[in-house]
């Protein structure tokens, strides 16, 4: 028991150091139990870098905002941009994560969209609506498809 609070004190000592992530790993790895961390694909991360370090590759994670009002353009843009930019051979994930609670982020995104004139607070509502209609059943628009 006492080995156990030790572990225990040192993961807490650990997680208070500005990186501690590394020896908190190790700690975890003293205690006899089945680890989550045995089955992920990362070892450590680097968090001045950014990076994952995995088993046998480094790896990194970008997150991107919906690009509200997107078109078919956009579409193709962003398919270029992984076509064109990207090595061939690298390996690429997107995880999609969808959420009802979206209010922060129409409002960014639709802040360059704002409606101007007399009318601008009836529109700029009307707008906002359409988008959290969309968020909470879907868009209209048919997908695009190829």
Request: net charge positive; with cysteine; hydrophobic share 35%.
């Amino acid at each position: 028991m006492k080995k156990f609070l030790n572990v225990l004190e040192n993961l807490q000592n650990a997680f208070r150091m500005p990186d501690g992530a590394s020896e908190m790993t190790r700690n975890l790895a003293s205690l006899d139990f089945p680890q989550l961390t045995s089955v992920l694909p990362y070892r450590d991360y680097d968090r001045d870098s950014g990076l994952f370090v995995n088993r046998s590759t480094v790896g990194f994670l970008l997150r991107a905002e919906p690009l509200i009002g997107a078109n078919e353009q956009i579409v193709y843009v962003l398919e270029d941009l992984i076509k064109s930019k990207l090595p061939r051979k690298t390996p690429i994930s997107f995880h999609l994560v969808s959420s009802k609670l979206i209010g922060d982020q129409l409002d960014r995104g639709l802040s360059e969209f704002r409606w101007q004139g007399k009318h601008a607070d009836k529109f700029n509502r009307i707008t906002r609506a359409y988008y959290q209609r969309a968020a909470q059943q879907q868009f209209n628009s048919q997908p695009v498809c190829r």
